[in-house]
C-alpha cells in the first residue's frame, strides 16, 4: 500500500510520545513492504529529530497554523471558530497530497479534522488523548480527574473564574467542537489506543459505534537488546527505582515523593529523569543523594536507565489512555508500579507473569507496596510479538483495508 502518515507532533529535536508512536508505526509498515511517507509540522526539517527521524520514506513539512492562539488567553474564552478554522486548514494540507495514497492516517490533536475531508477518501485517526472532548486532552483539571460533561463548565479551563460572557461563549466552542468530532468519526475511521478512551469519549457523545482499539505498542526488538545489555553489568546494591516523566501536575511525580519521602527507605535510591514546570520545586524540596533528578534525558539513556533499575515508577494521577512507559517497563522485565486508572489496567495483558504490573487505588497504597517490594525479584519475557509494531501494523493494515460503516 501506498501509506501516508500525518502529524503536526513531527518534526521536533525532543518528541513526545505521539510522534515516536507515529515513527515507530512508519518503520513497521515500511517492514512490512510498503511505502509510507509522512505530512508532518513546517517549522523543523526532519533531520532535527536525528536517527529517529530516518523511518524509510519522504517527508513533506507542510503543515501550519496549529499554534494560532486566537487570543482566547486575553479574553479568557474559547473562541467557536477556531478550532474548525485550524482543522479545515489541515484538511485543505491533507487533500494536496491525498491522491497520492491508498490511504492517510493522522496521529495529532485536530481530531475534528475529518468532518473536512471527502467521505470517500481511505482516512485514519488514532486518538492517543482525551482531546476528542476536552481542550485540555487530559480531562485533569485542579489536581483531579475531570468527569464533568457539561461544556459550559470547559470555561473555568480558560479563566478561573468565568463571567456569564466567557462561559456562554466557550461553551459554545466546546459544543461545536464536539459536534465536529463526533461527525468525523461517524465520517472516518478511528482507532482509539485504550477501552478507556472510547468509553470517555463515548460519555459526551452518546452510544454508536465510534471506533476502535489498538494499544500503543514499542519497538520489542530495541528493547530487547537493552535489556540484554543491561544483564551484562555489576548488580547494584540497594533499591533503584526508575521516573521517566514529564514533571508537571499530571504526571504524578510530586504526590508521589510526598507520599514516599516520609518513608523512604535507606537503600532505596529513585532516579528521574524528565523535566518540567515543577523541576524547581522537586530538586528543592526533594534533590539529594537518594533522589536524583536528572533533567530531560534522550531516548536511548532513559531506556538505559530503566533497565538498570530495579523497578519502574509510573505515578501519573490523571487518566493515562496508554502510557508507553508502562509498556517499556514491563518489557524490560521490571516490577511496574502505578494507580488503577485510565488505560492502564488494561495493560496487564502485557505482564510476563501476574504481578509484574503492580496497580493501585492510591499513591499511599502503591507507596507502601514498593517500600516492602523485594528487589531482587524479577520476570521473564512476555509472549512473543505482544506489544511490538510489527504485530499492531498488521492490525492496522486490516483496517486501512476495510470499508468504513458510517456510524449513526
Known amino acids: 500500500m501506498r501509506i501516508l502518515i500525518v502529524s503536526e507532533d513531527i518534526p521536533y529535536p525532543n518528541m513526545g510520545g505521539l510522534a515516536k508512536h507515529a515513527l515507530n508505526l512508519a518503520r513497521a509498515l515500511v517492514r512490512a513492504g510498503h511505502t509510507v511517507d509522512l505530512l508532518g509540522c513546517d517549522e523543523h526539517p526532519i533531520d532535527v529529530c536525528g536517527e529517529e527521524g530516518k523511518f524509510g520514506g519522504r517527508f513533506f513539512g507542510e503543515l501550519n497554523g496549529h499554534h494560532a492562539g486566537w487570543k482566547e488567553i486575553s479574553f479568557g474564552m474559547f473562541m467557536p471558530p477556531k478550532r474548525s478554522s485550524i482543522a479545515k486548514n489541515f484538511a485543505d494540507i491533507i487533500m494536496r497530497r491525498a491522491p497520492e495514497y491508498d490511504v492517510i492516517h493522522y496521529h495529532g490533536h485536530i481530531p475534528n479534522v475529518a468532518s473536512y475531508l471527502p467521505a470517500d477518501i481511505n482516512f485514519v485517526q488514532t486518538r492517543h488523548d482525551q482531546g476528542s472532548d476536552c481542550f485540555r486532552h487530559t480531562r485533569f483539571r485542579d489536581g483531579a480527574i475531570c468527569e464533568s460533561l457539561d461544556p459550559a463548565d470547559c470555561a473555568n479551563c480558560i479563566t478561573p473564574s468565568p463571567n456569564l460572557v466567557q462561559r456562554t461563549v466557550s461553551k459554545a466552542a466546546v459544543q461545536r467542537y464536539r459536534r465536529e468530532v463526533a461527525e468525523s ?39 530487547e537488546k537493552v535489556r540484554a545489555a543491561a544483564s551484562l553489568q555489576p548488580s547494584r546494591e540497594g533499591f533503584h527505582v526508575f521516573i521517566a516523566a514529564k514533571l508537571y501536575p499530571a504526571k504524578g511525580v510530586t504526590p508521589f515523593l510526598n507520599a514516599l519521602a516520609p518513608r523512604l527507605p535507606a537503600n532505596m535510591h529513585v532516579t528521574i529523569a524528565g523535566d518540567g514546570p515543577e523541576e524547581k520545586l522537586l530538586r528543592e524540596r526533594f534533590g539529594g543523594s537518594q533522589v536524583e ?37 514491563l518489557f524490560l522485565g521490571k516490577p511496574t508500579f502505578a494507580l488503577r486508572r485510565g488505560g492502564t489496567p488494561e495493560l496487564a495483558v502485557y505482564e510476563a507473569a501476574p504481578g509484574q504490573l503492580r496497580l493501585h487505588d492510591d499513591m499511599q497504597a502503591l507507596v507502601e507496596d514498593l517500600v516492602s517490594f523485594d528487589p531482587r525479584t524479577t520476570f521473564g519475557f512476555a509472549a512473543p510479538g505482544m506489544g511490538c509494531a510489527d504485530r499492531a501494523a498488521q492490525q492496522l493494515l486490516e483496517i486501512y483495508n476495510t470499508p468504513h460503516t458510517r456510524s449513526h
Open 185 to 223: 468519526f461517524r465520517q472516518h475511521k478511528t482507532v482509539f489506543v485504550s477501552d478507556m478512551l472510547l468509553r470517555n469519549f463515548s460519555r459526551t457523545a452518546g452510544p454508536g459505534v465510534w471506533g476502535t482499539t489498538v494499544h500503543n505498542f514499542v519497538d520489542r526488538s530495541a528493547l
Open 293 to 329: 533528578l536528572l533533567g530531560w534525558c534522550a531516548p536511548d539513556t532513559t531506556l538505559k536507565l530503566a533497565a538498570a533499575s530495579h523497578a519502574v515508577v509510573v505515578p501519573s494521577v490523571w487518566e493515562e489512555p496508554c502510557a508507553t512507559t508502562v509498556l517499556e517497563g
